[in-house]
């Protein structure tokens, strides 16, 4: 490329104007790229050999790289908004959740009862609580009451197992037998579009809406509305009381 070419660039109108929108764009959005863009601005201004011209297109290529960045966390932290957005505008029943086969299950299906959803890991602390939940199962199932278990590998990674080998251990070790879906993912991307439901629709203490761990408890009244949420060191025993009040309220 000849000095007279690039002359030509650095003061065509257009080229300039392009820098200029860059300039203002970054200095309200990207404190940092806007910094980027002043430094090529002067390395532009200066420019008589390809040396400059290798470090301008060296701090333009990190003026990309760092929007880049930053646009790809800004449009996961959107995409996250309009999934919960999403989920709170709609009905339970709307939502489709999966069998520890991989089969898809519509929430549809237990239209009319009252829903207690957990989230389990079967190396964790609280995995006690997996006889107690069988306890309220054999006590209320077929009264109008589901026991929904949904394994979750993302606290410190305490459920290893996949598929029947949680249900197998559940059962040899806790005598379990109400039904576990597919395994999940419960907070941020890739969550369950249930438990992004859930969060929003039942928030925790002080408001909080992620899920903060394992056995973290959801009850649901027959009407599909969250009610209440309770926490992972909350025994299954004490939900007791709640699942008989929202059994024998007639709200349909």
Same mark, same amino acid.
């Given at each position: 490329m000849s000095d007279i070419t690039i002359n030509r660039l650095i003061t065509c109108d257009k080229f300039q104007t +392009? *820098? *200029?929108g860059y300039e203002c764009s970054f200095k309200k959005y990207f404190h940092?790229? /806007?910094l980027y863009i002043i430094a090529l601005k002067i390395l532009l201004k200066k420019i008589s050999n390809y040396l400059f011209i290798? *470090?301008? $297109?060296? /701090?333009?290529?990190r003026t990309f790289a760092s929007c880049s960045i930053l646009s790809f966390s800004i449009?996961?932290?959107l995409k996250l908004i309009a999934m919960k957005t999403e989920a709170i505008n709609k009905s339970i029943y709307d939502i489709t959740v999966k069998a520890k086969d991989g089969s898809e299950v519509s929430m549809e299906k237990y239209r009319g009862k009252v829903l207690l959803v957990v989230n389990t890991a079967t190396m964790c602390g609280f995995a006690k609580q997996l006889?107690?939940?069988?306890?309220?199962?054999?006590? #209320?199932?077929?009264?109008? #009451?589901?026991?929904?278990?949904?394994?979750?590998?993302q606290f410190a990674n305490q459920e290893p197992r996949d598929g029947d080998e +949680?249900? &197998? #251990?559940?059962k040899m070790n806790y005598g379990v037998t109400f039904n576990f879906? &597919?395994? $999940?993912?419960?907070?941020?991307?890739?969550?369950?579009? *249930?438990? +992004?439901y859930l969060q929003e629709a039942a928030p925790g203490l002080l408001g909080s809406k992620s899920v903060k761990w394992n056995f973290t408890k959801f009850l649901i009244n027959k009407n599909g509305i969250p009610v209440k949420r309770y926490s992972p060191m909350t025994p299954p025993e004490k939900i007791i009381p709640d699942i008989v009040k929202l059994i024998e309220k007639n709200e349909l």
């Open positions: +392009i *820098l *200029l940092y790229t /806007y290798s *470090l301008a $297109i060296h /701090y333009l290529i449009f996961k932290s006889g107690s939940l069988q306890d309220i199962h054999d006590r #209320f199932g077929g009264k109008g #009451f589901e026991l929904l278990a949904f394994p979750s590998n +949680i249900s &197998d #251990f559940c879906f &597919d395994k $999940i993912r419960v907070n941020g991307e890739g969550a369950s579009p *249930l438990f +992004i």
